[in-house]
């Protein structure tokens, strides 16, 4: 056990000393989030990683989770090309869902397992400014493409870095729910 152990760590330790100080994105998916073990040991890595010199940002998404609480308020989803139709009331559901019950679940894993995590929304500190996404789409390369509109389904214009700078040069690790603002102040769904 012992020389498995050192063989990983001589294994590892190029990539220690390449990604020791720098910061990286975790994409971390609904659908991973399903399994209690999967969970835990994600908590686990993220953890590790701040503990080797690593900053880890945490970017989650949370569509079975949305999915789930949609059906139980009677909501029905609408999806377009994979991504979720979002209009008013099912953007409320998905921010409660993401900045909320999500988000937090990510949070407190990550401080069980001794790590500093702090959640956050796109909309604090204006960390993620987004606009309304439009999809093209094409069936017949003779007629012009079919404007589809998503609802409040949008792409990312703008990152703050400053939130994320601060909080991982004090030792936290951000995790962050994809939910955006617009320029007029609204809320827009962003496929983490």
Do not use: C, W
């Not at 720098?22 to 399994?35: L, N, Q, R």
């Amino acid at each position: 056990m012992k020389n498995s152990v050192a063989d990983l760590l001589i294994e590892t330790l190029p990539y220690i000393k390449r990604f020791s100080g720098k910061t990286i994105v975790v994409k971390y998916g609904g659908h991973a989030m399903k399994d209690e073990n999967l969970k835990k040991d994600f908590a686990n890595d993220i953890t590790l990683l701040k503990y080797i010199g690593v900053n880890p940002v945490v970017v989650h998404g949370g569509g079975p989770q949305i999915n789930t609480v949609l059906d139980a308020m009677g909501i029905t989803s609408k999806f377009i090309r994979g991504m979720r139709y979002t209009d008013d009331q099912t953007m409320d559901v998905v921010e409660m869902v993401l900045g909320g019950k999500v988000n937090k679940d990510i949070v407190a894993r990550i401080n069980r397992q001794g790590g500093k995590a702090v959640g956050l929304t796109g909309k604090d500190g204006m960390l993620i400014t987004a606009e309304k996404m439009t999809i093209y789409h094409q069936e017949d390369e003779n007629k012009p493409p079919e404007i589809i509109d998503p609802g409040m389904v949008g792409n990312v214009s703008n990152i703050n870095p400053d939130i994320i700078h601060t909080l991982t040069a004090k030792g936290f690790i951000p995790v962050i729910a994809p939910v955006g603002l617009g320029e007029n102040g609204e809320t827009y769904n962003i496929n983490a």
